[in-house]
């Protein structure tokens, strides 16, 4: 069976979180692109050329720890600007999303660009603030030194960059389903993007 499940979205309102719990659920595999343009990040951070790094990335590469880092984050949101970039890591990304027996994958451009074709379509959102205190939260988990000004300073910075960008800017497919979990808690959002897949499944 082939079946897609697109998931887009501004930084931290929880599309790995939906991704991997419906993956999860129907026995798809999950890829989160934000790694992809994350392990870029972390190379270029490293003086590598940005271009190159996407034509040279390995798997293991997402494999690597820190690329959750902050910094990391900003650098990802940079190279995702660069057309060459981007167009470097498309066939991966629609060989994963068509692959037999179903794929999830989170991003900003999975329903627009990677896959128009997806099954389901969902933009997950939620306010900046929202967004802002969920990855503070993980980031002290993680041991990082953040406060909520600065880590709310990040996401708009890369909401916008994101959005305005001329090469697949954030926003929502016309046949999305929007997802607002300002209000919700993680296994509330779960919830819902499941019944959705149920119902495109037929289920
Ligand atoms: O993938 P994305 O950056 O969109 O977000 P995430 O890493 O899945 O989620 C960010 C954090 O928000 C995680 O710690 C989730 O547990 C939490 N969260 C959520 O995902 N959804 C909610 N409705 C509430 C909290
Ligand atoms: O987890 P979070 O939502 O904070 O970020 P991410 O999904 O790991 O993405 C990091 C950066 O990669 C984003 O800010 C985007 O600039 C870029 N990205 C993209 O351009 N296209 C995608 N499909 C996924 C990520």
Same mark, same amino acid.
Request: overall charge negative; hydrophobic content about 50%; glycine content about 10%.
């Given at each position: 069976m082939?079946?897609?499940? =697109?998931i887009d979205?501004?930084?931290?309102?929880?599309?790995?979180? +939906?991704?991997?719990?419906?993956a999860?659920h129907?026995?798809?595999?999950h890829l989160?692109?934000?790694?992809?343009?994350?392990?870029?990040?972390?190379?270029?951070?490293?003086? /590598?050329?940005?271009?190159a790094? =996407?034509?040279?990335l390995v798997?293991e590469a997402?494999?690597q720890?820190g690329?959750r880092?902050?910094?990391? /984050?900003?650098?990802a949101?940079e190279?995702?600007a660069i057309?060459?970039?981007?167009?470097a890591l #498309? &066939?991966f990304?629609?060989?994963? /999303?068509?692959?037999?027996? *179903?794929?999830v #994958?989170d991003?900003?451009d999975?329903?627009?660009v990677i896959?128009p074709?997806?099954?389901v379509?969902?933009?997950?959102?939620a306010?900046?603030e929202a967004r =802002? *205190?969920?990855? #503070?939260?993980?980031?002290?988990e993680?041991?990082h030194?953040?406060?909520f000004?600065?880590?709310?300073a990040d996401v708009k /910075?890369?909401?916008a960059?994101?959005s305005e960008r001329?090469?697949a800017?954030?926003?929502?497919a016309?046949? =999305?389903?929007?997802l &607002?979990?300002?209000?919700?808690?993680?296994?509330?959002? +779960?919830a819902?993007a499941?019944?959705?897949?149920?119902?495109? #499944?037929?289920?």
């Amino acid at each position: 069976m082939i079946f897609t499940v =697109a998931i887009d979205g501004p930084a931290a309102a929880g599309k790995g979180t +939906v991704g991997r719990a419906v993956a999860a659920h129907f026995g798809f595999a999950h890829l989160d692109t934000g790694l992809l343009y994350r392990a870029v990040g972390a190379l270029v951070l490293k003086g /590598a050329d940005p271009i190159a790094a =996407a034509r040279g990335l390995v798997p293991e590469a997402l494999e690597q720890p820190g690329l959750r880092s902050p910094e990391v /984050a900003q650098a990802a949101s940079e190279v995702a600007a660069i057309g060459d970039v981007r167009a470097a890591l #498309l &066939d991966f990304q629609r060989g994963f /999303a068509r692959r037999e027996g *179903g794929a999830v #994958l989170d991003g900003r451009d999975i329903g627009t660009v990677i896959c128009p074709e997806a099954e389901v379509k969902l933009f997950v959102t939620a306010s900046a603030e929202a967004r =802002a *205190g969920r990855r #503070l939260a993980e980031l002290v988990e993680a041991g990082h030194a953040a406060s909520f000004d600065g880590v709310l300073a990040d996401v708009k /910075a890369r909401d916008a960059r994101d959005s305005e960008r001329a090469m697949a800017p954030l926003r929502p497919a016309d046949d =999305a389903h929007l997802l &607002d979990t300002s209000e919700l808690d993680a296994a509330q959002a +779960v919830a819902a993007a499941i019944a959705r897949v149920s119902a495109a #499944l037929g289920q």
